[in-house]
């Protein structure tokens, strides 16, 4: 490989160099970026985003239907206000039927215009919990609470507002069990989402209620944020077959006969109907995460009765949910951010995409499991919705920053390293290596490779008879042009020319696990079908071919560089291909490459030589072609019994064995007559080993 090429690389390390740099710092920057986008949306400005996090697995998701809890709608009006008077025997009736306690999603502050009704009112509450008039338990009747609902008012005091409550009138007070603070927390859409449990001073009606029914609930902790975990949607006026997640019937009704054992050991909440007084938000009409995805549906506000059910059924049930705390909050950001700016960014901006989509879906599947099996909500839309896409855009920008600045001067490098390598790589070679961004260490490394020499039998005097140099270079550029198609046919590298000889290799620059039948397979190619033509002379090309470690890469001096194998194992393949010349042999393999070739082709061991400047002997063996189906000729057996008789120093066995392999074949057998000849001249083989004492 000359110097160009060596500078071409260097200089293309350099690019590559600088473009990992690039893509690392752009990476921690998305990275960082992501983290603060994402901090801003979970602690600044990312209240509607986060709420997403709550809102959208109860796409999927349900609490079930509490059947222990039922509502009865109040529906008819006395002026602007709820009928009164319907009170004491919607309440007789409920006794009657065996419910299990009332609670009253009502604000009853100002008397009845006839004090008569809040009488017969207080009466019937007395009844139902089974007391007297003085708070006694009434012998055999069953104790069943009654709560009642209070407001909260601001008020005004030297210039400082306050807030005072507004309990229930005296009257209907001594007659209940308590009362409770009704009041929900909502978003500017009037959209509820926290379980509301009253404030410092005073319990809510519904924490209230539940303790009165049983419910083990932990005051010390009350104060503690909770999250509804809502039974199910309104159900839709429209639809009569539509099955309401919590059970329902209005006072009248109730009045009229409700069906038997509805309302027995249920705990009933009394309110009014939805829009009785005011079918706007707000007006005792609320929005639901149900609401948020439903815009072009009939799912009506859900009533302020049916909220208070839902509150009641979470806390008798203890399933409400829970919001994971500010430190997992913000690793789990810290993690999504770092993950995606830095992970997006290092990435192709299609892959990219994909795999945004996918961690978008994963979390959104994790965020509805983890509210539906473990009743826990965690700020995941902000991952999914912001993080990620910034990340995606962020990385979109990098990449094409990149590409558009570095990659211009990568190509033009990338165009001129393909010119170079193209005179020594196989096309398929080629492309590998360019997939890999010409990733070759400058230098040297030490590599496994199958390598081949080659040379033309008679070469030197068929130029000394011809005398016309150009016809034999013209000649000679035709027979590489076709030697070396096999070559990189079998994605072999040509690593030099040396006259009329060839350096080739396998392995290298890129590692191959098949090196050494792709070696084989060409040179067998190359024996079958190239010979150098000249004057009518067909002049046969002669191989050696061996598998071991070398070292690869660019050697040479300041001013000259080539790229080439170095080592012993060179050195025994160079040998081997001069070996052919006293054998009368074409093709011969080392047996480190025999070994790893297996049965694809037929080969003989020639004989085991010491090769000039080793001190280790080679089997060699002789290509002789494809495995086929034919059994192996017998001449193969016979020559390889004769090796084993010289090789245990019976001389006239081995001779009379290498003979008849000679008669047997038709052109007479090169390597037979090689240790015929050697023994009539008196060779010595001690252990079957051969040394040559010349190259």
């Known amino acids: 490989m000359p110097m160009g090429r060596f500078s071409l690389l260097r200089r293309f390390g350099i690019i590559r160099s600088t473009e990992r740099r690039t893509r690392i710092a752009t990476a921690l920057v998305g990275a960082a970026l992501t983290i603060f986008i994402g901090w801003c949306a979970l602690f600044r400005l990312g209240g509607s985003l986060l709420s997403l996090s709550y809102d959208v697995p109860f796409v999927a998701h349900r609490a079930g239907s509490p059947d222990e809890i039922r509502i009865v709608y109040l529906d008819e009006l006395e002026g602007e206000s709820l009928d009164r008077r319907v009170q004491a025997p919607l309440l007789d009736r409920l006794n009657a039927d065996g419910a299990r ?23 019937a509450i007395r009844r139902f919990r089974g007391v007297d008039e003085a708070g006694n338990a009434l012998p055999g009747k069953p104790r069943r609470p009654v709560l009642l609902a209070c407001g909260r008012t601001l008020i005004g005091q030297t210039g400082a507002l306050g807030e005072r409550l507004v309990p229930p009138t005296d009257v209907l007070l001594d007659a209940a069990d308590d009362f409770g603070l009704v009041a ?9 989402r926290e379980l509301a449990t009253g404030s410092r ?7 209230k209620a539940a303790v009165a029914l049983g419910a083990k609930l932990d005051e ?11 039974a199910g949607p309104p159900p839709d006026p429209d639809d009569r077959d539509a099955v309401p997640a919590i059970r329902s019937c209005t006072a009248r009704n109730v009045l009229d006969g409700a069906e038997p054992g509805f309302f027995r050991d249920k705990v009933i909440v009394v309110g009014g109907k939805p829009g009785i007084v005011g079918a706007a938000a707000g007006k005792d009409l609320f929005s639901t995460p149900f609401h948020r995805f439903q815009h072009r549906s009939n799912v009506p506000l859900m009533s302020g ?10 806390l008798l049930r203890g399933n409400w949910l829970r919001r994971t705390g500010p430190v997992f909050d913000m690793c789990f950001i810290v993690a999504a951010g770092a993950l995606a700016g830095a992970g997006l960014a290092l990435m192709r901006p299609l892959k990219g995409i994909w795999l945004g989509a996918a961690a978008i879906v994963l979390l959104v599947l994790g965020g509805i499991l983890s509210v539906h099996y ?9 991952a999914a919705f912001l993080q990620i896409p910034v990340a995606l855009v962020w990385g979109g920008s990098s990449h094409f920053y990149t590409e558009r600045f570095q990659r211009l001067k990568l190509t033009e490098e990338q165009r001129r390293l393909r010119d170079a390598f193209s005179k020594y790589l196989s096309p398929q070679m080629l492309d590998r290596l360019s997939e890999k961004g010409f990733q070759v260490n400058v230098g040297g490394e030490k590599i496994e490779a199958a390598m081949m020499f080659t040379d033309i039998e008679s070469f030197t005097d068929v130029c000394q008879r011809v005398r016309d140099p150009e016809r034999i270079i013209e000649m000679l550029n035709d027979y590489f042009q076709r030697t070396t198609g096999h070559i990189f046919n079998h994605d072999g590298v040509v690593v030099q020319f040396i006259g009329d000889a060839i350096f080739a290799a396998w392995g290298t620059p890129l590692p191959d696990s098949d090196a050494s039948v792709k070696a084989v397979r060409a040179a067998w190619k190359l024996f079958e079908s190239d ?14 071919l061996h598998f071991g470690e070398v070292v690869a890469g660019n050697v040479g001096s300041d001013r000259h560089v080539d790229y080439s194998l170095i080592g012993d194992a060179v050195n025994l393949t160079s040998r081997l291909e001069g070996l052919n010349k006293l054998l009368g042999t074409n093709v011969l393999l080392s047996g480190a490459l025999r070994e790893r070739i297996g049965t694809s082709f037929r080969t003989r061991c020639v004989g085991c030589f010491q090769v000039k400047g080793r001190s280790e002997a080679t089997t060699v063996y002789e290509l002789l072609g494809p495995m086929r189906q034919e059994a192996e000729p017998e001449w193969i057996a016979e020559y390889h019994r004769a090796l084993d008789a010289l090789e245990k120093g019976n001389r006239e066995i081995a001779r009379s064995l290498f003979a008849s392999v000679d ?14 000849d050697f023994l009539d001249r008196g060779g010595l083989a001690p252990g079957g080993i051969i040394e040559l004492k010349e190259k």
């Not at 001073?201 to 924490?207: I, V």
């Not at 010390?220 to 809502?230: A, D, F, K």
């Not at 010979?531 to 050696?544: E, N, S």
Request: charge should be negative; proline fraction near 5%.
């Open 220 to 230: 010390g902790r009350r104060l503690e944020t909770h999250w509804i975990n809502y």
């Open 184 to 192: 929900f927390v909502h978003d500017e859409g009037f959209t509820v």
């Open 374 to 382: 473990a009743r826990i909500w965690f700020p995941w839309s902000i």
């Open 531 to 544: 010979k150098l033509v000249i004057d009518g002379d067909a002049l046969q090309t002669r191989m050696g």
């Open 201 to 207: 001073d005073e319990p809510s009606l519904a924490w």
């Open 663 to 676: 008669s047997q074949r038709i052109r007479g057998d090169g390597p037979a007559r090689y240790f015929i």
């Open 101 to 123: 306690g009332v609670v009253y999603d009502l604000i009853f502050d100002l008397p009845s215009k006839d004090p008569q009704i809040d009488a017969a009112f207080a009466a």
């Open 305 to 314: 009765v049916e909220l208070q059910a839902n509150v009641l059924a979470n």
